[in-house]
Structures are given as C-alpha cells and as structure tokens.
T-cell receptor, first 118, second 115 residues
Framework: KAGVTQTPRYLIKTRGQQVTLSCSPI?????VSWYQQTPGQGLQFLFE???????NKGNFPGRFSGRQFSNSRSEMNVSTLELGDSALYLC?????????????????FGPGTRLTVL | QKEVEQDPGPLSVPEGAIVSLNCTYS??????FMWYRQYSRKGPELLMY????GNKEDGRFTAQVDKSSKYISLFIRDSQPSDSATYLC???????????????FGQGTTLQVKP
C-alpha cells in the first residue's frame, strides 16, 4: 500500500506570496491532518479534515487555510507569506475519524514539504 | 508552559547502551500516548502506542505511561547506530472531546548512537 504523498517536496517563495501544498492520504484513509514543524516550536497542529469538513483547528492565523476533496486528498494554503512561515509542513492520514486514536487508526505521516520564505 | 515538555538533547550514547527518553505533560485529558521516530529529511513514523497507563513492549522498545505523574518514557535496549534519529512523544484526547483529531507533540529528542 502506498504511503502518504506530499507535493511539492521543496518550495522557495518570497514574502507576501501565497503557496498551496498538496497531500494524498493512504488509500482508504478519510482523515487528513496538517502540522508545521520548525526547530524552535517543534511539531504544531494546524488543522484536521474528515469527509471534506474541517473538524479541528490549531492556533494559527487565518492566513493558513485548508480543504479536503471528495477523494480525501487535501490541500493547505498559506497567503501573504512571512519569513516565520519557513518550515517543514507535514501531512498525516488516518483511516477514519470516529475512533482516531485507536491503535489501528493512528496517524501516518508523509515526508513533508520544505517551505523556505525569503 | 507548553502542554508537553521534552528535553531536546542531543543525547549521545555508545552502541549497546540502554536509552531512556521522557516527556512530561500538563493536560490530564490526554488518554493516548505515542512515540514517533523521525530520521533526517523524513516524516515521523509511529514507533509505540499506548492507551491510558501502563507498559508496552515491542522488541527492543518499551513505552511506559504514568498518568498519576503525567510522565511517559521510551526505553531502547541494546541501542544501534540505526536508532540515531529524533524521537517525538505525542498525545491525544479521547474520541468525542473538542480536540478529537489533534495530536500534541513534544519538542523531540535527538539521539545519536555511536558505534
């Protein structure tokens, strides 16, 4: 079974631009979560989507948004990029939303998209 | 104060040593406890999963959860150079809570096992 895939793997943008990152979950997985990873703050939860609905959201500004499509693929968008948005953005998928943290329903991570803002 | 605290290290040990990694947390609602391993330039991969309190063993890895102390540990026996990675603890609240679907991670501890 193919794992979680994320595209692109690397991105370089300048301040003020916007960016869209894509995540394809493991086949059959319906829940997709996004995380930001930086050396200073570690891994921080951005948001989680299940069945095309945002079910939970972390403490990030409104410049960070996301969506999920009917095939469970997800995208996240960051508008008006700031230098501090430079990070590794990780996507994680899990089979279902009903029992998210049971052993068979834990989150599996993709390799991430490395975003650099200049 | 962060919800989950983890010493970032780095931690350097000789091959064959027993490694102890720890996290403390403040949110008593956490019920699910996980350890992830992350190699350089890769996404985290799930190592151990524990529900509520107790111990869990998987090969050379043992996870312990002490909810009364709000403290979790990961032990690695007979450590190998291939264990060199960053280890992240993660925690979640039960189904139906307002934070369903949200994992809180520790900062991660960088481990180096020297041959």
């Amino acid at each position: 079974k193919a794992g979680v895939t994320q595209t692109p793997r690397y991105l370089i943008k300048t301040r003020g631009q916007q960016v869209t990152l894509s995540c394809s979950p493991i086949s059959g997985h319906r829940s997709v979560s996004w995380y930001q990873q930086t050396p200073g703050q570690g891994l921080q939860f951005l948001f989680e989507y299940f069945s095309e609905t945002q079910r939970n959201k972390g403490n990030f500004p409104g410049r960070f948004s996301g969506r999920q499509f009917s095939n469970s693929r997800s995208e996240m968008n960051v508008s008006t990029l700031e230098l501090g948005d430079s990070a590794l953005y990780l996507c994680a998928s899990s089979p279902s939303g009903g029992a998210l943290f049971h052993r068979t329903d834990t989150q599996y991570f993709g390799p991430g998209t490395r975003l650099t803002v200049l | 104060q962060k919800e989950v605290e983890q010493d970032p290290g780095p931690l350097s040990v000789p091959e064959g040593a027993i490694v102890s990694l720890n996290c403390t947390y403040s949110n008593s609602a956490f019920q699910y406890f996980m350890w992830y391993r992350q190699y350089s330039r890769k996404g985290p991969e799930l190592l151990m999963y524990t529900y509520s309190s107790g111990n869990k063993e998987d090969g050379r890895f043992t996870a312990q959860v002490d909810k009364s102390s709000k403290y979790i540990s990961l032990f690695i026996r007979d450590s190998q150079p291939s264990d060199s990675a960053t280890y992240l603890c993660a925690m979640g609240e039960p189904d139906g809570s307002s934070n369903t679907g949200k994992l809180i991670f520790g900062q991660g501890t960088t481990l180096q096992v020297k041959p």
